[in-house]
């Protein structure tokens, strides 16, 4: 068996900690880091330290921040009636990439999934009652991830607003431009059906 030294085998240790990578990957990463010059590496390095040193969660959104409140809160142009609820800060990211929604957002950190022991309680659903509570929304939009989990977590929260003088939407689902239906899942048809639009 090749032997390599400690400090080596540590980084690729580390690489496989990544969530997706393999050992084989850890140990391409690895490799391509001594491969480059030395300034690249430790741009790297040095990046990973800033992130973990100054990047927090939003204190009003919980979206990804560098100082008390994130860049789309403190946006004072965005529509302050409109609250878009997703899991995680990069699907609040892949919304904003698509340049149409002018709201503000609400970041659960995560789904209720009971099989991992992920309860309401450890995730922002409290924060976000007492923030439409407080607020002057007229609609929410929830945009979880359409898996069970993701609609669980919906139906949990529209429960809890139901009382409250706000409209509750959820993301259009569907068959995308261009498919087929004879290839489309039955998920996917039954969502169609049951979201179909006036012509």
Do not use: W
Not at 68 to 73: Q, W
Not at 84 to 96: F, K, N, S, Y
């Amino acid at each position: 068996m090749v032997q390599t030294t400690d400090s080596v085998t540590r980084l690729v240790d580390e690489f496989a900690k990544l969530p997706g990578i393999g050992r084989k990957s850890a140990e391409r990463l690895a490799y391509h880091i001594l491969r480059v010059h030395e300034s690249e590496a430790l741009a790297l390095a040095d990046s990973i330290r800033t992130v973990k040193q100054n990047v927090r969660y939003c204190s009003q959104c919980f979206n990804l921040a560098e100082s008390e409140l994130c860049t789309v809160c403190q946006d004072t142009r965005r529509d302050q009636t409109l609250l878009c609820i997703v899991e995680q800060p990069r699907d609040l990211m892949a919304l904003e990439q698509s340049g149409m929604f002018p709201g503000l957002y609400h970041v659960l950190l995560g789904r209720i999934a009971p099989l991992e022991g992920i309860g309401p309680d450890q995730l922002t659903i409290d924060a976000l009652v007492d923030r439409v509570r407080a607020g002057k929304f007229r609609e929410i939009i929830m945009a979880t991830n359409p898996t069970t989990e993701g609609d669980g977590t919906a139906l949990h929260i529209s429960n809890l607003l139901a009382e409250l003088p706000v409209t509750l939407t959820r993301l259009a689902r569907g068959i995308t431009s261009g498919s087929v239906l004879e290839f489309t899942n039955k998920e996917i048809l039954a969502d169609a059906l049951s979201g179909r639009q006036k012509l």
